[in-house]
């Protein structure tokens, strides 16, 4: 994890802790589950429960980066959202602006990387974003949610977890209050 900002933060809180990328939970979930006393899941929760009452639909994103040659691309801002219909992304990113854009005396990097993001379909094997949010699939996830509700060691959390569409203050917040719920902290 590269020093700065929030990547000091996140060193802190994981230090002495083992980390794992690139692993699949669920195909080894008899051996995670057993190196703690809670699991915090935050994938698809149909997933989880081997899809055992249908499929929920979730909504996807795709991503096309590109080196640029130019220093600023957006001015100093690392999201610029677009929602009119004539736009066929839905965000551009510029890396750059959230941690490092300046050089160590202060001056602009010469190039900068940005990232469209489009909205797209999601099948199965894609990566889910986000929750579609209709009867249909509210109702299939009130199924889930009450298998869930008898997991004595398993918090469901997120987006994916809850079956919600949250910002990320709004995970934090929830995150938090669960914690304080469970830990009593």
Same mark, same amino acid.
């Given at each position: 994890?590269?020093?700065? &900002?929030?990547?000091?933060? *996140?060193?802190?809180?994981?230090?002495?802790?083992? *980390?794992?990328?690139?692993?699949?939970?669920?195909? /080894? @979930?008899?051996?995670?589950?057993?190196?703690?006393?809670?699991?915090? =899941?935050?994938?698809?929760?149909?997933?989880?429960?081997?899809?055992? $009452?249908?499929?929920?639909?979730?909504?996807?994103?795709?991503?096309?980066?590109?080196?640029?040659?130019?220093?600023?691309? #957006?001015?100093? %801002?690392?999201?610029?959202?677009?929602?009119?219909? +004539?736009?066929?992304?839905?965000?551009?990113?510029?890396? /750059?602006? $959230?941690? $490092?854009?300046?050089?160590?005396?202060?001056?602009?990097?010469?190039?900068?990387?940005?990232?469209? +993001? =489009?909205?797209?379909?999601?099948?199965?094997?894609?990566?889910?974003? =986000?929750?579609?949010?209709?009867?249909?699939?509210?109702?299939? =996830? #009130?199924?889930? !949610? @009450?298998? !869930?509700?008898?997991? +004595?060691?398993? *918090?469901? &959390?997120?987006?994916? &977890?809850?079956?919600?569409?949250?910002?990320?203050? /709004?995970?934090?917040?929830?995150?938090?209050?669960? !914690?304080? +719920? *469970?830990?009593? %902290?």
């Amino acid at each position: 994890i590269p020093i700065g &900002g929030y990547n000091v933060i *996140i060193q802190r809180l994981f230090e002495g802790c083992d *980390i794992e990328t690139g692993v699949d939970y669920l195909e /080894k @979930k008899e051996y995670y589950d057993s190196l703690g006393e809670k699991i915090v =899941y935050t994938g698809t929760i149909d997933a989880y429960y081997k899809y055992q $009452f249908g499929k929920l639909e979730y909504r996807s994103l795709r991503f096309e980066s590109e080196i640029l040659d130019e220093e600023n691309y #957006q001015g100093v %801002a690392a999201a610029v959202n677009y929602t009119d219909r +004539e736009t066929p992304w839905t965000r551009i990113i510029e890396h /750059k602006w $959230f941690e $490092f854009g300046k050089d160590s005396e202060g001056n602009d990097i010469p190039k900068t990387v940005i990232s469209r +993001e =489009y909205s797209s379909e999601w099948k199965l094997g894609d990566e889910p974003y =986000y929750p579609v949010n209709d009867e249909k699939n509210q109702a299939l =996830y #009130q199924k889930y !949610a @009450k298998l !869930a509700e008898k997991e +004595e060691n398993v *918090i469901f &959390g997120g987006r994916l &977890g809850e079956y919600k569409y949250y910002d990320m203050d /709004k995970v934090i917040a929830s995150a938090m209050v669960r !914690a304080k +719920e *469970i830990f009593g %902290a």
